[in-house]
């Protein structure tokens, strides 16, 4: 079996862009820059492989993993209190001008769960990979095929009870904290964990809310879909005790129909990895058909 050739990956959330070199699962180097709040995409790209350019040479392809919407190479916001962006972004033509070699890009949390599945927690199940962090990503992976468009973005779903919200908007960072203004001025979610491992009644109580609502999510995830696994991820996913509380939101349900949570086995490099690795993928179908 060929070795794993190097691949530039990055990654564009909400609040920071990453870049890797990656060679399978081996992150070789690393650079991150903050997300802009202003300007526009190509400008924001333009400026991370300005910081890059010593790395130009190192890889033959480019895996492209951003939060919103990719169609044919085209970008698009999801949630702009995400990220804004302008609708149909030529994404993958803009990367190939400041590349110089082929790209694939994909949703950030659909590149995760593939990173997951093939290398990490998903253990090659069928699954479902939550990411829950600034907003509530998702991917799913069944019989071994990454699903693409708009599956998985579950943090998108809507509910009578906030019908002009998306889900993400009372479960995720931005909404935590929201929450904990009132109690700690100019808090972080970060903070809001740091204060329910202080004992602050009010964060655990605003990070309890969370973990319910994303075990209401689990739960009908389950019903539409019976995956083998829920992979959950993510700043907030990740953080001590969330898992455990989401857990604790499941107890009641019946056995047959509770889910099984896992939490994410590559950290924030799920992305990377699992872009990488498409990437690399769709450059040896490209030789293949030569």
Known sequence: MSKPRTVLSIDVGGTKMLAALVRGTEIVDTHRMPTPREG????????????IASWRGAYGSVGAAVTGIVDNGQWSALNRKTLDIPDGFALTETIERLAGVPVLAANDAHAAAWGEYAFGAGNREDMVFLTISTGIGGGVVLNGRLL???AGHFGQSRSAEWPDDALEDHISGHWIARQAAPHQSGATARDVFSAARDGHDFARRIIATSAERTALLCRNIQLSLDPRRIVIGGSIGLAEGYLAAVDRGLEAVPPRLRPSLHAAALGENAGVIGIADLAERQQNLRENQR
């Open 40 to 51: 526009d995409p190509a400008q924001w790209l333009t400026a991370l492989f300005g910081a």
């Open 148 to 150: 693409e468009g708009l």
